[in-house]
């Protein structure tokens, strides 16, 4: 899935047309830099979790604006650069991150780290909103967006085009709410615990939403993410891919 201009969002101009923007889902990146994973000759053992807890259970935000569960120190750190408009990081989500956090993040041996990656006008609103509550809460909703994302496209096929045409011309402190609105997002996170008047102060935070932008161009600088999901071990880009063929790739770097 491919990236188009989105800086515009948040530089207060119109965002890129909405009609068009869905036209970028199902095309799976193919084009970031990948380089071998790291390899361990013997397999790593397992990291007893603290007293009470798995490790899954240990959340937190990581300096670069992602979102970790799993050992701080594990040996092997995994982050996928994703979207929440994305079709392909949606499969990911519903057929592999359950066995990727139960029997690798699990094991203390794999850290798995998600950080957000804008890649058209439907992502500014819906990470703003992921990320509108509690560190603890941001990838349970993540994960229940990525289930819940063929509804958002369904209403944003079924809504009105004047009505997406308009909200280009709307001010820009104007323009995520109603991106949320018609698109269904409100109502979905309001039906997690985002309130609409939290969910309205999250979606006029300027600061956060260029501050996810500054995120994006980050990544793709110095990991060349063009499209979701990428995947980092250690630090290196391997690229795109499923969940079989990245877990071979955790398997390769120890854990198994």
């Known amino acids: 899935m491919t990236r188009p201009a989105f800086r515009k969002i948040v530089l207060g101009l119109a965002v890129v047309p909405l009609a068009l923007g869905l036209a970028a889902c199902g095309k799976k990146a193919t084009d970031a830099t990948s380089t071998d994973a790291p390899t361990s000759s013997t397999a790593l053992a397992n990291v007893a979790p603290p007293a009470g807890k798995s490790w899954s259970d240990v959340v937190e935000k990581t300096p670069e604006g992602g979102f970790r569960i799993g050992n701080p120190e594990a040996p092997i750190k995994l982050v996928e650069y994703g979207a929440l408009s994305c079709s392909h990081c949606a499969k990911f989500a519903t057929t592999g991150f359950e066995k990727l956090r139960g029997t690798y993040v699990n094991s203390g041996r794999v850290s798995y780290e998600l950080r957000f990656f804008m890649l058209n006008a439907y992502d500014f609103p819906a990470t703003l909103l992921a990320t509108c509550g509690s560190t603890e809460a941001v990838l349970p ?23 997406l045409e308009a909200i280009q011309s709307m ?85 198994r």
């Not at 993540?142 to 004047?162: C, G, R, S």
């Not at 980092?232 to 969940?243: C, P, R, T």
Request: net charge negative; proline share 4%.
């Open 171 to 255: 001010p820009k402190e104007q323009q995520l709410p109603a991106i949320a609105e018609v698109s269904g997002m409100t109502e979905f996170f309001a039906s997690r615990g985002i309130s609409h008047d939290q969910a309205a102060s999250c979606l006029a935070d300027t600061a956060r939403a260029k501050a996810l932008a500054d995120q994006t161009e980050t990544a793709t600088k110095d990991f060349n993410v063009t499209g979701t999901p990428t995947f980092l071990i250690n630090g290196n880009s391997v690229g795109s891919m499923e969940f079989e063929e990245l877990e071979a790739k955790l398997q390769q770097a120890g854990a």
């Open 141 to 163: 909703l993540a994960e229940q967006f990525w289930a819940w994302q063929p509804n958002m496209f369904e209403k944003l096929q079924a809504a009105d085009k004047a009505k």
